[in-house]
């Protein structure tokens, strides 16, 4: 098997949206990882690995979901929009931000958000070794 690169972040570099008549619709997600990446996963056997930014998708519009991700190199993580709220929402940004800068006396601590924090971990951990190979580049942000 060929080496590739996984590239593992918060958000895919498209959300999917499920629009007013029930279609899901893909678009590009703004910000610089997604512009500055999108020519590395786009290649050969890459990938990219993230949260599509919904959440209580069918199974048949996980599937979807994943056909159309697969087709431009990416592979979903599903999560609730309690994982959201406890571990993005919750943990990142009101422990880890504040931790990392320099505003400790707001930093939160309560151990269903770091529950949740390690929950999510795993599910992104399930997903990366679902798709890695042990010679590929594995590359993580979380922004």
Same mark, same amino acid.
């Given at each position: 098997?060929?080496?590739? =690169? ?51 998708h069918s199974v048949e519009e996980k599937k979807h979901i994943e ?12 999560? =609730? ?22 505003? =400790? ?39």
């Amino acid at each position: 098997m060929s080496k590739k =690169t996984i590239i593992v972040s918060n958000r895919l570099p498209v959300t999917v949206n499920k629009d007013g008549d029930g279609t899901l619709s893909f678009r590009p997600s703004s910000g610089g990882l997604a512009t500055g990446l999108s020519t590395t996963y786009k290649q050969g056997g890459n990938l990219w690995i993230g949260w599509p930014g919904t959440y209580d998708h069918s199974v048949e519009e996980k599937k979807h979901i994943e056909k159309e991700l697969k087709n431009d190199n990416m592979a979903p993580v599903y999560l =609730t929009k309690t994982d959201v709220n406890k571990f993005y929402e919750g943990y990142s940004n009101k422990t880890l931000w504040p931790l990392f800068h320099y505003f =400790t006396e707001y930093a939160t601590y309560e151990k269903d958000l770091w529950d949740s924090y390690v929950h999510v971990n795993e599910l992104f951990l399930n997903a990366i070794l679902e798709h890695a190979e042990p010679e590929d580049t594995i590359w993580v942000h979380d922004y």
